[in-house]
């Protein structure tokens, strides 16, 4: 599933005339963000590029007045017409919460959001419900930074999926060690959303992990492409799935986080019924889990369990990275397996 929007959303506008599919300005040229995003018809041509695949599509809740809400119902034609069936929802706004002070006012209420959501999407499903009768309707919302806005009060109607946005951290003032390798920051970072999504219960509505990730503002050199956040997504992910709730210039590399993902499945194995536990520890360095399939210890046992390393030399590595003696380093084999050294282990935890 791909999502088309986050930050950028509501700074995009529609040109017809524009000869480019995007014209992205920046207001510098080391800015990783654009300050405004323009896109023409060929824009939506982007959506067919990858076949058998959903879509959110996102559209621009910061701009106000008679030409923003036009542009809004012209990319609704085209998004549509574009999209059709492998639609998943649409998404209007990202992290407005933080909009009061930035385009509006610093009184800017829940009651206020929830007013401008409802006129704005009932205008866009409107036009869908014109130009796409058999493409879907449904919104998914809020998609806040956090949970300032995000209480049992948000009640829309319309919404199909809830979920908000969290990161461990921005880029300052977080550290390897103390955030992403630490487990505490980590149950933290998740309880957030495990406290919103059962206090947001009585909607009856599937709640999502929206953009959650590990440093804002697209990362940091020395946090997120080392192996240190290889270990921090091993943890996250395992952790996240034992709670209640479902470059440009830059050469081809296998960043060290892809091999979180392998050790995550591995440790999930293929049964329909597995269920990680978290072995509680006495430091806030270590993160043990129990893996059970159909009730049964299967993983990463208490006392004596089989184990496959996740291993690098040491935790700010960025290549040499491994899954059980296997690598996947692009310079190797562009990003296909090769066995490095692969070995069963054993592993002994002591009483805590």
């Known amino acids: 599933m791909v999502r088309v929007g986050g930050g950028t959303q509501d700074r995009a506008l529609y040109d017809p005339l524009l000869p480019l599919a995007i014209n992205n300005t920046f207001p510098t040229a080391t800015s990783d963000q654009s300050t405004t995003v323009t896109i023409s018809p060929t824009f939506f041509e982007s959506f067919q590029i990858f076949p058998n695949t959903r879509y ?34 649409w998404e209007l ?29 009932a205008a866009i499903v409107e036009q869908l419900q014109k130009s796409c009768p058999d493409v879907g309707t449904g919104f998914v919302e809020p998609s806040f930074a956090w949970d300032r806005y995000a209480t049992p009060g948000f009640e829309p109607a319309e919404a199909f999926e809830i979920g908000i946005n969290g990161y461990m951290n921005s880029q300052s003032p977080s550290t390897l060690r103390g955030t992403l390798m630490n487990h505490s920051s980590i149950v933290y970072s998740i309880s957030k959303h495990v406290n919103l999504s059962q206090a947001l219960s009585n909607l009856d509505l599937p709640f999502i992990l929206g953009e959650s990730n590990s440093i804002s503002g697209q990362g940091s ?26 470059s440009r210039g830059i050469p081809p590399t296998t960043r060290p986080p892809y091999y979180a993902n392998i050790m995550v499945a591995k440790a999930l194995g293929r049964e329909h019924k597995t269920q990680p536990l978290s ?47 296997v690598v996947y380093d692009y310079v190797l084999a562009e990003g296909r397996p090769v066995v490095r050294n692969r070995t069963e282990e054993s592993m002994e935890l002591q009483d805590v």
């Open 56 to 89: 959110i599509h996102g559209f621009n809740q910061g701009k106000n007045g008679t030409s923003a809400l036009t542009s809004l119902l012209h990319q609704a034609d085209l998004a549509c017409r574009a999209i059709g069936p492998n639609l998943h929802l």
């Open 93 to 121: 706004g990202n992290e407005n919460d933080l909009a009061p002070g930035r385009y509006r006012p610093m009184n800017w209420t829940l009651t206020a959001y929830v007013g401008e959501w409802r006129e704005k999407t």
């Open 221 to 246: 050199n020395g946090l997120t492409n080392v192996f240190g956040s290889a270990l921090w997504l091993l943890d996250y992910d395992l952790w996240c799935a034992s709670q209640p709730i479902a």
């Open 279 to 325: 072995i509680p520890r006495k430091s806030d360095t270590e993160a043990v889990y129990a893996v059970y399939d159909n009730s049964i210890l299967a993983r990463l046992g208490y006392r004596i369990a089989k184990v496959e390393r996740l291993d690098a030399g040491e935790s700010d590595a960025t290549e040499g990275v491994s899954v059980g003696g």
